[in-house]
């Protein structure tokens, strides 16, 4: 019997999390199998997809660059992958590469296990950032019945941009007002890279922060962010960006390995650890 191999494709790689999720999977349930990390040019994605399957591969997570070029290499493309526009989570069948896009749901499901007394439908969220992760985000907000989403983007264009291509309840708003833009809502999300090792911190005054908001981060290095540290000190519930790549691993695992894997302390523990 093959042993089952899957893995992260991306350029850079190295820095990927999702071999220690994995292979923390593997271990806990006791499955035969493999997660490696797969560094790819993007000149060659093409000719490395369509030969893993003969070496073994039953699928493989797509990081940056390729989400985008992986989606367009699929010969078979989930409702969910369309509408982002991206693919993360790509699984090698009889029908061909088979590609789907998890963040949507990553992203819910760590907000509603971080944050249980949320509900969509109760008030507007303003999003931050305009980038592939908002699009995902912004798709998972709508299909949770959000009625309003407030959009803000440094570049005012790409925010329209987006907003126009998602059927969504969309409010473009002008950076500059993303503060004001805080009013009434009930959840905060953060999604560009400001905030992350190595990026400037994101700007975003603390006194526009509520008690009753919830505030999340999709940035997980550092697990707590100056936003999250300035929305845990006014009283708001806070939820942090690891879940979020938990979570959206959690399908691909189960088509791969055939066991839906659940995510705890432990795993975030394991992930975690240096």
């Not at 002008?174 to 009434?184: H, M, Q």
């Not at 695992?253 to 650890?273: D, H, I, S, T």
Request: hydrophobic residues 50%.
């Amino acid at each position: 019997m093959r042993i089952p191999l899957a893995g992260v494709i991306g350029c850079p790689v190295g820095h990927s999390r999702s071999p220690r999720l994995h292979g923390a999977w593997l271990r806990d349930y006791g499955i035969a199998g493999h997660y490696v990390p797969l560094h790819v040019a993007a000149e060659d994605l093409a000719q490395a997809l369509r030969a893993m399957p003969r070496m073994g591969f039953v699928g493989a997570n797509v990081t940056i660059p390729h989400k985008e070029a992986a989606l367009a290499l699929a010969d078979h493309v989930t409702e969910a992958a369309r509408v982002i526009g991206a693919a993360n989570t790509l699984s090698f069948t009889a029908r061909g590469i088979e590609a789907d896009n998890t963040d949507g749901y990553g992203f819910l499901a760590n907000l509603r296990a971080g944050a249980p007394g949320w509900r969509g439908p109760e008030g507007p969220a303003l999003v931050l950032g305009a980038g592939g992760a908002a699009r995902a985000v912004l798709v998972a907000l709508a299909e949770a019945g959000v009625p309003e989403i407030r959009l803000a983007n440094r570049t005012l264009a790409r925010a329209e941009a987006l907003a126009e291509a998602i059927d969504a309840p969309i409010v473009v708003v002008p950076w500059e007002e993303r503060a004001t833009a805080a009013d009434g809502a009930g959840l905060v999300v953060n999604t560009t890279a400001l905030g992350m090792t190595g990026q400037p911190e994101l700007d975003f005054p603390p006194g526009a922060l509520r008690a009753d908001m919830v505030v999340t981060d999709i940035v997980y290095t550092p697990l707590e962010t100056a936003l999250l540290r300035d929305a845990r000190a006014q009283g708001c519930v806070v939820v942090d960006g690891l879940g979020m790549l938990l979570h959206q691993a959690v399908p691909g695992f189960e088509r791969w390995f055939g066991r839906r894997p659940q995510v705890n302390a432990a795993l975030r523990a394991a992930v975690l650890a240096t």
